[in-house]
């Protein structure tokens, strides 16, 4: 059932397009509110009202479509081989980014996006500013209704490795698109607002209906959902994100079901992910995966799947997985494996305050 949040607009505000002192927005799924003190978004809203809306098809460097519609990066650690003329194909330097390819990529538009309509939506439902409401729905609209500057509904050339696959994205490559999750919430909170008319809000949803329906059934699409390591969990998080926006519950907590083999495959009884603590960035990709999988279980908790309690017959669990990584929450610099990315003190703490977010929607079910 929606949450409803109340929210009392001074009548001495000024400057400000009000708004009717009852506020109703639906609960996010994964945006935690806390994270977003009013003194912050009161600095931000007005940064964010000013910004000139960016689209996907401003890109230098077409799809290899032609078509500007087509969102379009780059593998972040591929690189040219030095071994070649020309250094094709890219090779792959883990931990290693290849930055020189983001002015060609819709990286950067894409991130511009999602930062500003959260922030907007965030500006609404917080801050009850209708202008915030108003802005995003500009962006909204130029990403995911308007003809000429909309997004085509895929990532079919997302984390293009050049010279392989004949340029096409690689599976590897939905992973840009859980960013998609903050968009998915913002529209959540944004719901009654002035941001979108009823035929926009249709065509938001239907765009996103054609998303799934490419997530699902393309050849990288299939791939990502096997993908044994971090990629299949943020896979996962991203298409119960999409079924429960969409109204498709049933479908989500079916999904959800099947991490429990994903659980059993990834961790280890003593709470170890050896396909993470294999990378480069040890302890920041198994914190990158608990992530995903925390993610996926607060989704599984608000449509009645318990995974946070689970334990696989391996012995391996969630809270397994967060006790191992625990210890290096207060120093990082401990960590004795490989991590070429210095971790800041407090790097768990998002994930703590998701189990808590986690307890207390099973709660609340029982």
């Not at 959260?118 to 729905?137: I, M, Q, S």
């Amino acid at each position: 059932m929606p949450f409803v949040r109340f929210g009392f607009v001074p009548a001495f505000a000024t400057g400000l397009l009000l708004v009717s002192s009852t506020l109703r927005a639906a609960e996010p799924y994964i945006l935690d509110l806390a994270e977003h003190p009013t003194a912050k978004l009161e600095a931000a809203c007005p940064k964010a009202i000013a910004a000139p809306v960016v689209t996907v098809v401003e890109k230098t460097r077409p799809s290899p479509t032609g078509d500007p519609h087509d969102y379009v990066s780059y593998g972040r650690y591929w690189w040219p081989d030095p071994t070649k003329v020309d250094g094709l194909p890219f090779i792959r330097r883990d931990g290693h980014h290849n930055r020189e390819q983001l002015k060609f990529s819709d990286t950067e538009r894409f991130n511009r996006m999602v930062n500003s309509v959260e922030t907007l939506a965030l500006g609404w439902a917080e801050l009850h500013r209708a202008d915030c409401a108003t802005r995003a729905g500009d962006w909204l609209r130029a990403w995911f209704v308007t003809p000429a500057t909309r997004m085509n509904p895929n990532f079919s050339y997302a984390q293009i490795r050049l010279g392989r696959d004949g340029n096409r994205g690689s599976s590897f490559g939905l992973i840009d698109g859980r960013a998609f999750i903050r968009v998915v919430d913002a529209l959540r909170l944004l719901e009654g607002s002035p941001a979108l008319s009823a035929s926009d809000d249709r065509a938001v949803h239907q765009w996103f209906a054609d998303y799934l329906q490419w997530f699902v059934t393309s050849a990288q699409g299939k791939a990502e959902a096997k993908a044994p390591n971090n990629h299949g969990s943020w896979y996962l998080q991203q298409r119960l994100v999409f079924n429960r926006y969409l109204g498709r519950d049933t479908e989500a907590r079916k999904l959800a079901e099947t991490d429990r083999a994903r659980i059993a495959k990834q961790i280890k009884p003593d709470g170890r992910q050896p396909l993470e603590l294999a990378r480069a960035d040890s302890l920041g990709y198994s914190a990158f995966n608990l992530e995903a999988q925390l993610g996926v279980a607060l989704l599984a908790a608000q449509v009645g799947v318990d995974l946070w309690h689970y334990e696989a017959p391996n012995g391996g669990s969630l809270k397994k997985a967060l006790d191992y990584l625990r210890p290096y929450n207060a120093d990082p610099k401990t960590w004795t494996g490989e991590q070429l990315k210095q971790l800041e003190p407090g790097f768990l703490d998002p994930h703590l305050a998701l189990v808590a977010r986690i307890e207390s929607t099973l709660a609340q079910r029982q």
